[in-house]
């Protein structure tokens, strides 16, 4: 092996470990939202809706529209989840959201099986309804699929939104109505179908980060 082939090989090599550290150093930003075991962390401000831990993933049921939140706000931040939505219902991820009582208000990343096709959409929750909705988006409305866990990606920096379904972009909006607020996972009341949710994380961002 020549010098100069050497040389070659090992700049590559550098480079490599390099990519896999800043890799490693990304996710090991991120928190686990859940543990696979319990809803610690998590709480449920509705009178009916059931929330049960089985094979390191929650499940949602009920017949009535509630949700389960996170007990901590974030502000600007990375979420990642993975749902898996009975063909037929209808769920989805909040963030930047507020609540009472048997009430819950904001952001959120829809999860749709009807044949409209809007999953990944950005739905605002008891206030304005659809911010963007997927209609003449061929290529948004494919990333869900139906009958399948679908692993979701949403970023909220500032007023920038984006929301990535299975590593396809479906929504980049800017908005100012919620700067911080809570994650929630979403049962719509469709009953009998029981929404499971896994690999909840979330990767907190400084104030002064900035999206492109």
Same mark, same amino acid.
């Given at each position: 092996?020549?010098?100069?082939?050497?040389?070659?090989?090992?700049?590559?090599?550098?480079?490599?470990?390099?990519? *896999?550290?800043?890799?490693?150093?990304?996710?090991?930003? *991120?928190?686990?939202l859940?543990d696979?075991k #319990?809803?610690?962390?998590?709480?449920?401000?509705?009178?009916?809706?059931d929330? %049960?831990? =089985?094979?390191?993933?929650? &499940?949602?049921?009920?017949?009535? %529209?509630?949700?389960?939140?996170?007990?901590? @706000?974030?502000?600007?931040?990375?979420?990642?989840g $993975?749902?898996?939505c009975?063909?037929?219902?209808?769920?989805g991820?909040?963030?930047?959201?507020?609540?009472?009582?048997?009430k819950?208000?904001?952001?959120?990343?829809?999860?749709? #099986?009807?044949?409209?096709?809007?999953?990944?959409?950005?739905?605002?929750?008891?206030?304005?309804a659809?911010?963007v909705?997927?209609?003449?988006?061929? =290529?948004?409305?494919?990333?869900?699929?139906?009958?399948?866990?679908?692993?979701?990606?949403? =970023?909220? /920096?500032?007023?920038h939104?984006?929301?990535?379904?299975?590593? /396809?972009?479906?929504?980049?909006? &800017?908005?100012?109505?919620?700067?911080?607020?809570?994650?929630?996972?979403? &049962? &719509?009341? $469709? %009953?009998?179908? #029981?929404?499971?949710?896994?690999?909840?994380?979330?990767?907190?961002?400084?104030?002064? @980060?900035?999206?492109?």
């Amino acid at each position: 092996m020549t010098p100069s082939i050497l040389r070659s090989l090992c700049a590559s090599l550098a480079g490599l470990c390099l990519a *896999f550290a800043v890799s490693e150093a990304q996710e090991a930003d *991120f928190v686990e939202l859940f543990d696979g075991k #319990t809803t610690n962390g998590w709480t449920k401000p509705y009178d009916w809706g059931d929330v %049960k831990v =089985e094979g390191g993933q929650i &499940h949602l049921t009920g017949s009535k %529209k509630f949700f389960l939140v996170t007990e901590k @706000t974030y502000r600007n931040f990375v979420l990642e989840g $993975e749902v898996y939505c009975p063909v037929g219902g209808n769920s989805g991820f909040q963030f930047r959201c507020h609540y009472m009582p048997n009430k819950l208000w904001g952001y959120q990343a829809e999860v749709d #099986t009807s044949d409209r096709k809007w999953a990944g959409g950005l739905y605002d929750e008891g206030r304005r309804a659809w911010l963007v909705n997927l209609k003449d988006k061929p =290529e948004a409305q494919a990333a869900f699929k139906n009958g399948e866990w679908n692993q979701y990606r949403i =970023e909220a /920096v500032g007023d920038h939104l984006k929301i990535f379904v299975n590593g /396809v972009q479906t929504v980049d909006f &800017h908005d100012s109505m919620d700067a911080e607020g809570h994650i929630a996972i979403q &049962h &719509h009341g $469709e %009953k009998g179908l #029981t929404y499971k949710f896994r690999n909840l994380r979330v990767k907190v961002l400084p104030d002064s @980060t900035s999206s492109k």
